[in-house]
Each structure stands twice: as structure tokens, then as C-alpha cells.
């Protein structure tokens, strides 16, 4: 039986329960596969990398597995979509940047812990660096999203020696404050205001980013 007889003898659709999508709104087309990284996101943060599978986050986004390989490929390439969603490193270089050297550390500091205490954006960060710890697959994709994707950018728009050595340092101080406080939730740092943590790290920030 596909359809309800209304009043005048016509067949009605039947009503789909909530958050099951029609076949149609499942084939490939726009928003696909938006829908598709926000649905990874979602299963990554909660389930963390090793116990994701491409057939469970399909199963969220309402499409077919061969979808996702599609769009996405493997399910580590996947895992970077997912987790770019978060840090958007396209629209944060030229916003951390576009004001030129002075203020950058405060700028970067600001972004990045702007990133972890936004509750949306913190889950699946907190499943790659947990995921990170034990698993390669995760450690480059934190690699490539944190230090190349974004902190190398910026240090080669500052025209400075040794971009990379300097990314680097940044990121390993980033990282770090990321895992002390967000991970391991290690008192003070845990409980301070994040006001006060930019206060005293953006100029170990700028003089990596900028100093000769």
C-alpha cells in the first residue's frame, strides 16, 4: 500500500517520518554533500576515528555509501573534509593576515581558542586530537589541516625565515593548550578565562610568527 484515499478518491503520499529522506533527496545534488561533512562531523565527534565507518556516516546523511566514496574518497580524506568544516582555514589566513604583522599572534590566539570554546566546533576537534594520540590516519590529518593548511600559510604570507620551523613551534603551543585544557581539563588552565590565556600567549605567538 504506497497512499491514503482523501475525500475525493485520490491517492495522498504517505507521510515520511521525521528525518528519513525521500530516494530522490538522497541521489546526488546540490547540498549533498554538505550534508554529507556535517553528517561526518557529527559521527566523528561521537564516535571518534576508529569506530566511524563511511556506511555509518552515509547512514546519517540519508544517502548511499558509494555516495560518500564519491564525493569524498577514502575515509580519511573524509575525515579532513569533516574537520575542515570546524577550522575553515580558507577564510581564517586572510582574516588573521590581512592586517598585516602587528597583532597576528593576538589574532591567531583569538581565532584558534574562539574555535575550542564554541561547542559545535570543539566535538570534532576533540576527536582528532584524541584520535590523533593513537591513530596516523588522524595525526595527518591534524598535521595537514593545523600546520599546513593554516599555520605555514600564514607564516609564508609574513615573508619570514624559516616559515615552516616557526609554523611548527605555534602549532606545538596551540596543540598543547588545546590538550592541557580541552582533553586533559588540567587546572587553572581548564577553568581560565580565555581572555586571559590570549593575554599571555599571543606574544610568544607573535614572536614566532614575526621576529627575526
Do not use: C
Amino acid at each position: 500500500m504506497t497512499g491514503e484515499t482523501g475525500e475525493t478518491g485520490e491517492s495522498t503520499p504517505r507521510r515520511r517520518g521525521p528525518g528519513r529522506p525521500r530516494q530522490d533527496e538522497a541521489e546526488e545534488g546540490p547540498g549533498t554533500q554538505e550534508r554529507i561533512r556535517l553528517a561526518a562531523r557529527e559521527v566523528f565527534a561521537e564516535r571518534g576515528y576508529d569506530k566511524t565507518s563511511v556506511r555509518g556516516i552515509a547512514k546519517v546523511a540519508g544517502v548511499d555509501p558509494a555516495l560518500v566514496h564519491h564525493y569524498f574518497g577514502s575515509k580519511d580524506d573524509l575525515f579532513a573534509a569533516a574537520i575542515e568544516i570546524s577550522m575553515e582555514p580558507a577564510m581564517v589566513v586572510p582574516a588573521v593576515i590581512g592586517e598585516g604583522p602587528d597583532g597576528i599572534g593576538e589574532r591567531l590566539a583569538r581565532y584558534f581558542l574562539g574555535v575550542w570554546e564554541n561547542p559545535v566546533t570543539r566535538a570534532p576537534l576533540l576527536a582528532v586530537i584524541r584520535s590523533a594520540l593513537t591513530h596516523e590516519a588522524a595525526a595527518k590529518v591534524l598535521r595537514g589541516l593545523v600546520l599546513r593548511r593554516l599555520l605555514e600559510r600564514v607564516a609564508a604570507d609574513l615573508d619570514v625565515p624559516d616559515p615552516t620551523f616557526r609554523a611548527e613551534l605555534a602549532a606545538s603551543h596551540m596543540v598543547g593548550i588545546a590538550i592541557l585544557r580541552y582533553v586533559l581539563q588540567v587546572e587553572p588552565l581548564a577553568s581560565a578565562d580565555p581572555e586571559d590565556i590570549v593575554a599571555l600567549v599571543a606574544p610568544t605567538l607573535q614572536r614566532y610568527l614575526t621576529e627575526g
